[in-house]
């Protein structure tokens, strides 16, 4: 099965940035469409952006569009998020998965991986003053 690991979450101030990482484990990602997908406390999972395994026609939720960016470099095997202007709403754990609909990014807002692998553990990310 597909496995992740997710970094590069902390805490930050209203108005910061950070950079999470999704790495894979013992596979390449760039065949894939990566998703990222936030956890709430309280709240159900949701998706926040997709790439697809051609980096075209990315996919951003309303709530994150104009201030997170999804990039990939297939020759260091990472997907990244770049997320600006945090605001406490985003505040959530955070997780990469392979979406259902390989190789692009249709129905991510569904929040089903590939081949119903497991989601990783997640990284915190924590938007506080």
């Not at 894979?24 to 990222?36: D, H, K, M, Q, V």
């Not at 104009?66 to 990939?72: A, Y």
């Not at 020759?75 to 997780?95: F, H």
């Amino acid at each position: 099965q597909l496995q992740f690991v997710e970094s590069g979450g902390g805490l930050v101030q209203p108005g910061g940035s950070l950079r999470l990482s999704c790495s894979p484990s013992g596979f390449r990602l760039e065949f894939y469409a990566i998703g990222w997908f936030r956890q709430a406390p309280g709240k159900e999972r949701e998706a926040v952006s997709c790439i697809p395994s051609v980096p075209i026609n990315k996919w951003y939720a309303p709530s994150v569009e104009g201030r997170f960016t999804t990039s990939r470099d297939n020759a260091e095997n990472i997907v990244y998020l770049q997320m600006n202007s945090l605001e406490p709403e985003d505040t959530a754990v955070y997780y990469c998965a392979a979406v259902q609909s390989q190789p692009v990014c249709d129905g991510v807002e569904n929040v089903r991986t590939f081949d119903s692998h497991p989601w990783g553990p997640g990284t915190q990310v924590t938007v506080s003053s």
